[in-house]
């Protein structure tokens, strides 16, 4: 057999190799990944501008209750201060600060809402005060889901770089490492303590 038809026949052999190496699987995987984030990071931005728009329209109808907004400002702060590209998405404490940030703030929120619905129950019958409740309400469940889908685009990544013969090419030719998922922080499953001092 001439030298140009064994060539001819061994290209599409090695192409297939090479493609079944990781090759496309790895940087589609990680691609996931990034779009994941990227989804999570939208909602957690939607989130902080509600709350803004939340604590000024409880100052304005109940002449504010400083600590408990302030608690709420400071939670804010810290959420939009702690950033997290998707290169640091392979390095635990880089996520886990991102992620005790952002349940600071929901901590905060849910702290907020519930003083208010105790102490000023009227702002309950004010439109733009239940609206933005609610889409506060929405957002927490559209970020709870859109962090198990970022959960779920890790899983396979690391799978993905974890299993032959993917894990060839993930290995040789991009020098892969796994991607922290995000996990609930210390405390999230105790709801905040709300204590008005009635004692005192």
Request: net charge negative; aromatic share 6%.
């Amino acid at each position: 057999m001439p030298f140009s038809s064994r060539y001819g026949l061994l290209a599409p052999i090695a192409a297939v190799a090479v493609a079944s190496c990781g090759v496309n699987s790895v940087p589609t995987a990680e691609e996931h990944v990034n779009a994941e984030f990227a989804n999570l990071q939208a909602e957690y931005q939607r989130r902080n501008d509600l709350i803004g728009n939340l604590v000024e329209t409880v100052k304005a109808a109940a002449g504010s209750e400083e600590e408990i907004l302030t608690q709420v400002t400071e939670a804010r702060s810290r959420a939009t201060s702690v950033n997290l590209t998707p290169d640091q998405l392979s390095d635990p404490q880089a996520v886990r600060a991102y992620n005790e940030a952002q349940s600071g703030l929901s901590n905060a929120r849910s702290l907020l809402g519930t003083v208010i619905m105790e102490r000023y129950p009227q702002l309950q019958s004010q439109g733009r005060f239940a609206d933005l409740m609610v889409a506060l309400e929405g957002t927490e469940n559209r970020i709870r889901t859109q962090r198990r889908d970022y959960n779920e685009a890790v899983r396979e990544y690391n799978t993905t770089i974890r299993t032959l013969p993917d894990a060839i090419g993930a290995k040789i030719i991009y020098g892969a490492k796994p991607k922290v998922p995000f996990e609930a922080a210390a405390g999230a499953d105790t709801a905040p303590k709300v204590d008005f001092d009635t004692a005192k």
